[in-house]
């Protein structure tokens, strides 16, 4: 039940953007997004509902194809304060919330 | 001012012992979550409470047993604590029942570990 995502870690040089995917093998309803910074707790960044519709927050915005089951994060122009482990999370029809496996992302000078 | 607290921050005991972690948030929520959260950083929920009641009680031993005196609270009791129970244990808030779409507000987490 619990979301993959993809990568699991990517690298990024200040100013580079990146993009990561969240795949779910059940129909999805909505799809959550965190942000959790190193030894801290997650923090929300955006909720996407059925319809595509495409959500910012900062430079970072998130799309959801109910379709392909997936969602994908988009980060543009990455800053310093953008490494972190990002998190999508998905309600079942049983309304359990469940996490994805986590994409680390740590951005470099 | 702090949403979500929880207390202790960190826990060091024996395998075998009985530990409480305890949770409150003074955001109005009307449900509450338990978070396990593992060395590879998985995030698994375990129990979920709105307005007192049991919703959601993922497959966690029953040596875990959640405890709700009152929708603010909501405190987590684990008994005969075992190597694999180290962990991160993250309390988590939001309105309304689960499955409404509101984001989830966490506390800082309690670093669990086992001797």
């Known amino acids: 039940q619990q979301p993959v995502q993809s990568p699991q870690a990517v690298i990024l040089r200040e100013g580079e953007d990146a993009v990561i995917n969240c795949s779910s093998s059940k129909a999805l309803y909505s799809v959550h997004w965190y942000r959790q910074k190193h030894g801290e707790a997650p923090v929300f960044l955006m909720i996407l509902l059925k319809g595509g519709e495409q959500k910012g927050h900062e430079k970072i915005s998130a799309s959801f194809n109910e379709k392909k089951q997936q969602s994908s994060l988009y980060l543009t122009a990455s800053q310093l304060s953008y490494s972190g482990t990002y998190f999508c999370g998905i309600y079942n029809r049983g309304n359990q919330f469940y996490f994805g496996t986590g994409t680390s992302l740590t951005v470099i000078p | 001012d702090t949403a979500v607290s929880q207390t202790p921050k960190y826990l060091v005991t024996q395998m075998g012992n009985d530990k409480s972690i305890k949770c409150e948030q003074n955001?109005?929520?009307?449900?509450m979550y338990w978070y396990k959260q593992d060395s590879k950083k998985f995030l698994k929920i375990m129990f979920s409470?709105?307005?007192?009641?049991?919703?959601i009680n993922e497959t966690v031993p029953n040596r875990f047993s959640p405890k709700s005196p009152d929708k603010a609270h909501l405190n987590l009791h684990i008994n005969s604590l075992e190597l694999g129970d180290s962990a991160v244990y993250f309390c988590?808030?939001?309105?309304?029942?689960?499955?409404?779409?509101?984001?989830?507000?966490f506390g800082d987490g309690t670093r669990l570990s086992i001797l």
């Open positions: 988590a808030s939001s309105q309304g029942v689960p499955g409404n779409n509101q984001p989830q507000h």
């Open positions: 955001l109005g929520h009307d449900t």
């Open positions: 409470y709105n307005n007192k009641e049991l919703i």
